[in-house]
């Protein structure tokens, strides 16, 4: 069996783990787990799931100091920004134990017998019920918060499906790591085996969406991994969803009344918002769109005095390393000028120096307005607004994409922009910048390929519906009902006859 | 270009039209039509899209007599069967008009800028909006609540998305005339062109389906034709969603107690079932599990004694008419005996004779347990209910699961064989039959692979979500945002800081 590796991106050493890649029979037996730890997670009801997801939020915080060793030595990202991400994934999973006791994410329905124009109508009742065992694909990016112990996985426990994981191999100790601390919390309440499996390697991962019991698979990643599973996915009999958050460019529109008002504060803000966490955020602006003249060279001038003076990022690992010095490349060969780079010694690891590259319109190419991932920002100058909306065209849609207005801009050069961006993105930021996925119930991230393959989201209180299947009962006996489809159960908001209800508690 | 032929199933006779194969340039045309329409719908607003709903309703009302006469010569359908079917497409369309006034379906959410564990937290805002024009196929079976004026075209149509048909080759006549009904509803209130349209032709369909303003396709139909749409789309660029309603062999269980209980009863509501509309719905139970011994045997001779009287069905046509005499010789090759079937003159048309198989448990194969489309019915003997488990495992994953219970029939045998049917249904039935599907809000009409391909409806209130996409605003003036996400408005169910508050007007 192959040993794990683990690489060290900040001097690029090597080390043999303890793991192994994952093998088909115990992949096996992984899958049998994880069907019989179904009916557990289903018997323990929403209340209880909500219980379970609380622990798990507080056994990943009293590992904090662990945890964040683990992952500073496997990723490069800062001892800050990981606390910070670890906190998040404790927010997650809390988050999605308040969307159970809520408990309207079941989408409670009620339409009693009726006389209707086609006759007599039956008793019919639905809600949403687990999907079954699905698989999760830990990103590079997030080694919590996309990973082991992130929102896929707080999404599918919430929802009453076991969840296997996919180590992203950028991670395999703190993903080991994550697992271990999710599954004490199951087991102090007395949870079998299954709830939450890993597996480590390509093959496996191909292997676990093949397998019969899975029943949906999640992904952030790239296109490219989002088609090798897809590929293995089609070769099932029955197809399954596979809800995959991929490439982003985050187009920010700087209109010129805001260039004219705040310059050096959006200097500011772009500079954080593309070098934070090396840039290696699916909400990092690739492209910035700012306008000709002094306004304009007035903010990148800022820019490139806060990119020239940076330090150098530490990639993930090798792979991201060299295709974001490759893309780098790609972009200057198609025509983008070198704006600021600053000297940076690579040393041993996977070290990169931040970027920041210009092009005017309507010199913006597909090859320039691709996605690269890692501290990169092409600034877009324009000259008229009139010139954005064939410019944004030639962007990929994506996750956002942002505007920063002014006084002076006018009502309907914005409404005009916002119609574009809003065609071509899931969210759009005003007067700020994408990165910072807040985790709230009316948070959407997802958006219109390539950023998402399918109108899901991955974040937020709604992201919990992709691991869930409507069924319908109909004139069944009251003993045999859910509770929430019981007629004097009044604990989730309900439709009743087409009324929405409020719970009543 | 290639006339469009009508062929007439109670005698064969084959006519050409007035139409014609839409050829491409009239396809592009039709696309850029259906661009513009987008603007139109969405500038009419929630309420204006209800009343134009309302007024599609009463325009096919109208024409009642018309489209029944012309459904009628192409499909064989009888005149009841389709002054009801047309009854429920006004419903249909009137429901969703329901569906909009209430407002619930765009689930607004609003989250406040608010202190959060990871800082500050944006203001979100987020609803769902219209995906864009969409692809309909219309179905063979239903020539007008699955087809043109069928519930997919209202439900896009609500969601705000303009439509494209592509009409079934079994009824073009129908498809044209409902078209043209539902065309004038737009007209009366200032509607442009391209708010509906139809194509005719295989390869308008493909054409459709690649063509970039596109952004869902929506099927009632084959496995086979569900391929060969997908095999479309994997051609373009951007993947779209494709929701498709496939294949359903709807199994029905007897427990011992209901056979002693009403074995006669049930006998007529079987027959009435597996019968209607020449067997050739949807939700067409394929296969009754009935107990052996006398009482098994006594619901058996009541429905051998129906069947062996029954007069013949026209099928919809040649290929429909082939596929169900060869599935039915199929299944005899596999095993399964004869038990009933009338002397029927076949005619010049695609008129069969209905079929009564039956087989003994274990002796039901994977070729018995197969959808079979029309008027044919397996009856499975099973000595004890410890072997239904195994048998319903050897059925496919169906859009229904009925069960009939007796007032002998013991309560954990009930919940034990609804589990396992739960598992593989979308809506489990008791004491009726899965045909007569009730047009509501807690409806639902999907199950897992083959009975469709998504986790969708494609009847009921949520099947409009199919249609549409979230979107969210970050910290967004009021002034641009939807009215349904501004502060002031309460018209609509909101969740505001994660709290549901119904709607007040």
């Known amino acids: ?37 179904a009916r557990w997670l289903s018997d323990l009801g929403r209340l209880g799931r909500a219980e379970m997801l609380d622990r798990i939020a507080a056994s990943l915080e009293s590992r904090r100091v662990d945890l964040v060793a683990v992952a500073e030595a496997e990723t490069g990202l800062s001892q800050p920004r990981l606390e910070t991400e670890l906190t998040r994934s404790a927010l997650q999973f ?61 999404s599918a426990l919430a929802a009453g499906c076991p969840t296997v994981l996919k180590a992203h191999p950028s991670h395999p100790l703190t993903s080991h790591a994550s697992a271990d601390a999710i599954t004490s919390a199951i087991r102090e309440m007395g949870g079998p085996d299954g709830v939450i499996s890993t597996v480590h390697g390509e093959q496996a991962g ?40 991929l490439s982003s460019v985050n187009p920010i529109v700087v209109l010129p009344g805001a260039a004219v008002d705040r310059a050096d504060v959006i200097a500011d803000g772009l500079f954080a918002s593309f070098t ?33 003076s940076a330090g150098g990022a530490v990639l993930l690992n090798e792979r991201i390393r060299d295709a974001y010095e490759s893309g780098a490349t790609a972009f200057e060969r198609a025509g983008a000028r070198v704006s600021a780079r600053p000297q940076v010694d690579p040393g041993e690891g996977f070290t990169v120096a931040p970027r920041l590259l210009e092009v005017d319109l309507p010199g913006l190419t597909a090859e320039i307005a691709d996605e690269c991932f890692g501290p990169l920002l092409v600034v877009v100058r324009y000259r008229d607004i009139a010139e954005l909306d064939a410019a944004l065209a030639t962007v990929p849609p994506s996750l956002t994409g942002s505007v920063h ?49 399918a109108v899901h989201t991955s974040v937020g209180a709604t992201s919990i519906r992709r691991f869930l299947r409507p069924l319908a009962w109909q004139d069944a006996p009251e003993w045999i009902l859910p509770d929430e489809l019981r007629d004097a159960y009044t604990a989730v908001p309900r439709r009743v006859d087409g009324r929405l209800e409020p719970k009543r508690e």
Chains 1, 2 share one sequence.
């Not at 490219?224 to 599973?229: D, F, L, M």
């Not at 002076?408 to 910072?436: C, E, H, M, N, W």
């Open 1 to 37: 069996m192959n040993v794990v590796i683990t690489v060290d991106p900040r001097d690029g050493r090597r080390r043999a783990t303890d793991l192994t890649e994952t093998d088909e029979s115990r992949l096996e037996a992984i899958a049998v787990q994880a069907s019989r730890a």
């Open 206 to 245: 191909r292997s676990l969406v093949r397998h019969p019991a899975i029943r949906a698979a999640a992904l952030t990643g790239s296109v490219g991994a989002a088609r090798a599973i897809q590929t293995a996915i089609d070769e099932r009999p029955d197809p399954i969803p596979l809800y995959a958050e």
């Open 405 to 453: 207005r002014g006084p002076d801009d006018d009502a309907d050069a914005v409404r005009g922009l916002v119609d574009v961006l809003a065609a071509r993105s899931g969210r759009i930021v005003f007067d700020g910048y994408p990165t910072g996925v807040r985790v709230s119930w009316a948070q959407h991230h997802g958006g219109p390929w390539p950023s998402t393959n």
């Open 276 to 308: 934070a966490s090396g840039g290696q955020l699916c909400t990092k602006p690739g492209l910035a769109f700012i306008p000709s003249g002094p306004d304009g060279e007035h903010l990148l001038d800022a820019l490139r005095g806060r990119v020239g």
């Open 94 to 154: 809390r988050m999605f134990g308040d969307v159970l006791r809520d408990g309207g994410y079941v989408e409670a329905a009620i339409d009693h017998a009726a006389d209707t124009p086609l006759g007599p109508g039956p008793d019919l009742r639905r809600m949403l019920v687990p999907l079954g065992p699905v698989a999760v694909f830990g990103a590079s990016n997030f080694p919590f918060a996309f990973s082991v112990a992130g929102g896929d996985t707080a």
